[in-house]
């Protein structure tokens, strides 16, 4: 395995066993907020890696730190009082190094974003093919009317009827899916390496998001492009993702391939969340049932394992109410948690498998 660059001795973990070097290595990065209560650590030492043309599944609950790492990666936090730290390497650049000047050049055109409320996201005032075109002339230096003619090309391929009448409508005048196709469409206009897609599909029918993400995955394998999604339904990414990383507290407790990650995953945490979501590759007689307690402050995180107040296992024995879990980065299978491996496995398979 190859080690990314850096000014600072880092760990590495290559996605799905590629030994190439990372699209995307994101080391040791911190993402804290002074507040008059104190520091809140939204992101508290957080590394992965991602390669070409591969997903990548980050899931966890509201609060656990999900699309504060997104919005470091795109450099949403300049500006404010944000106190990032770390790295985060976009093909060997540093993008918490580089100006301003230099990351507006590589947003929208390296790196684009999928946003969760794309009713937000889009600007009621102008029309969708207004706001994709300038999105587009941006990063390319064209006139209007071949803007307008790569914007109908978009919203044809992202599906989007009649793209030549619809490039003139506003945002309300689309449904809720059609507007996020459309926000699909702006983020893949300028043909970038890597898309952060924050929650894609939490305001739609099952029905409409299915039909998001299988636009992605087709749009994925025509460009080529690497996928971050970002969800707190590990069903959203059950098809789609190559690698999933688990987050709880700020903090990464679990990280492997999709399929070790649904069939052999071995934090609490994980089996919580797999036993909260409808399966429909097997039959279930009993309710699903949601993980007790509530996600922690991150202003005042429990002392040890930021999970031990919800966790069925924790024990003084163990020490998980003392001593905070390490995270071995270098492994392709990661877990935070101080229950020894094997005993992991063994409460898996005969307290938590037959319950799934």
Not at 59 to 82: F, N, P
Not at 185 to 190: E, F, G, K, T, V
Not at 253 to 282: C, K, Q
Request: hydrophobic share 40%; charged share 25%; net charge negative.
């Amino acid at each position: 395995m190859t080690s990314a660059s850096t000014s600072t001795e880092t760990h590495t973990w290559q996605a799905s066993g590629d030994d190439a070097q990372p699209l995307l290595s994101v080391r040791e990065l911190r993402v804290h907020f002074p507040t008059e209560d104190g520091i809140v650590k939204s992101v508290d030492d957080l590394s992965f890696d991602l390669g070409q043309g591969k997903t990548l599944g980050i899931v966890g609950e509201s609060g656990s730190g999900k699309s504060v790492t997104s919005q470091a990666i795109m450099g949403l936090h300049r500006g404010t009082r944000a106190r990032v730290s770390g790295h985060i390497l976009f093909d060997g650049v540093d993008l918490l190094q580089i100006s301003d000047s230099e990351l507006r050049k590589r947003r929208g055109r390296d790196i684009a974003m999928v946003f969760q409320d794309p009713l937000s996201a889009l600007h009621p005032y102008y029309t969708v093919g207004n706001q994709l075109a300038e999105a587009y002339r941006v990063h390319h230096d064209v006139s209007k009317a071949a803007a307008k003619t790569r914007v109908v090309e978009m919203l044809e391929r992202v599906g989007i009827p009649s793209p030549q009448t619809r490039v003139d409508n506003y945002p309300h005048e689309f449904s809720g899916g059609m507007r996020q196709r459309a926000m699909i469409a702006m983020a893949l206009i300028n043909d970038p390496r890597l898309i952060i897609a924050d929650e894609p599909t939490t305001a739609l029918d099952v029905t409409v998001q299915a039909q998001i993400l299988d636009l992605l995955v087709g749009l994925q394998k025509e460009f080529g492009s690497s996928i971050i999604i970002i969800t707190h339904d590990l069903g959203v990414v059950a098809e789609m993702a190559d690698d999933i990383l688990v987050m709880y507290g700020g903090k990464a407790v679990e990280r492997g391939d999709a399929d070790t990650i649904f069939y052999n995953p071995e934090h609490p945490y994980a089996w919580g969340l797999l036993a909260s979501m409808p399966r429909m590759d097997r039959l279930r007689t009993d309710r699903l049932r949601p993980i007790a307690g509530n996600p922690p402050s991150l202003i005042n995180l429990p002392s040890g394992c930021a999970f031990h107040p919800r966790c069925v296992y924790a024990s003084d024995e163990l020490g998980c109410r003392e001593i905070v879990p390490p995270f071995e980065n270098e492994s392709e299978h990661p877990v935070r948690c101080l229950i020894p491996h094997e005993e992991r496995l063994s409460i898996f398979e005969t307290k938590v498998r037959p319950t799934l």
